[in-house]
């Protein structure tokens, strides 16, 4: 059973870096059929993509978040990453890892999530 | 950007019911639409992709339908389990990718 597990620190101060990375187990991050991705939802709030990357490291990332954004992948550790700048309390969220699939039919759909990572942006 | 309205925000039902959720795309996405389903402190959790067709694992009770830039998800006989927030999800036209803002159902 695939499973996706985020991991970071819960608290940033603002103006710095967010850093997260999400461990995929029980399947390759490799695999051709899949990208993988970041959502956040801030407290109370609704589901926002951040954005996705392939095992080859082509990415792409909402525009309103793309000049702050860098996502990576590590095939040797089955890991991807997340790593948000300039970071500020509009940025405390739940964020979420999650893999979709790279095909016409079942298209953008996220079909396994990480259980999700509380990160507060506070000095 | 696509923006994707939910119509209602949030609604009553009970065990039972037949409920309707709405989404409301800004432009035509040709069935590219997902949805799904988040209970409190946990991840959503995919019940349909390309508007109509069920995840596997799925029950049967959920359902969805809708062309252009109007999807429904109906749930057919409302179950204790259902309770929760629903999201549609639009994939036509990326990035970005956009969520509507969720629909809140809770027992009347």
């Known amino acids: 059973q695939l499973q996706l597990q985020e991991s970071g620190p819960g608290l940033v101060k603002p103006s710095e870096t967010l850093s997260l990375t999400c461990t995929v187990s029980?399947?390759?991050?490799?695999?051709?059929?899949?990208?993988w991705g970041w959502i956040r939802q801030p407290p109370g709030k609704g589901l926002e993509w951040i954005g996705s990357?392939?095992?080859?490291?082509?990415?792409y990332y909402n525009p309103s978040l793309k000049s702050r954004v860098t996502i990576s992948v590590d095939t040797s550790k089955n890991q991807f990453s997340l790593k948000l700048s300039s970071v500020t309390a509009a940025d405390t969220a739940v964020y979420y890892c999650?893999?979709?699939?790279?095909?016409?039919?079942?298209?953008?759909?996220?079909?396994?999530w990480g259980q999700g990572t509380l990160v507060t942006v506070s000095s | 950007d696509i923006q994707m309205t939910q119509s209602p925000s949030s609604l009553s039902a009970s065990v039972g019911d037949r409920v309707t959720i709405t989404c409301r795309a800004s432009?035509?996405?040709?069935?590219?639409l997902a949805w799904y389903q988040q209970k409190p402190g946990k991840a959503p959790k995919l019940l349909l992709y390309?508007?109509?067709r069920l995840e596997s694992g799925v029950p049967s009770r959920f359902s969805g339908s809708g062309s252009g830039t109007d999807y429904t998800l109906t749930i057919s006989s409302l179950q204790p389990e259902d309770f929760a927030t629903y999201y549609c999800?639009?994939?036509?036209?990326?990035?970005?990718?956009?969520f509507g803002q969720g629909t809140r159902l809770e027992i009347k």
């Open positions: 999650a893999r979709h699939p790279n095909n016409m039919v079942r298209g953008v759909s996220f079909d396994y």
């Open positions: 029980g399947g390759s991050i490799s695999s051709s059929s899949y990208y």
């Open positions: 990357i392939y095992y080859s490291g082509s990415t």
């Open positions: 432009q035509g996405i040709s069935n590219s």
């Open positions: 390309a508007a109509s």
């Open positions: 999800q639009q994939y036509y036209s990326t990035p970005p990718i956009t």
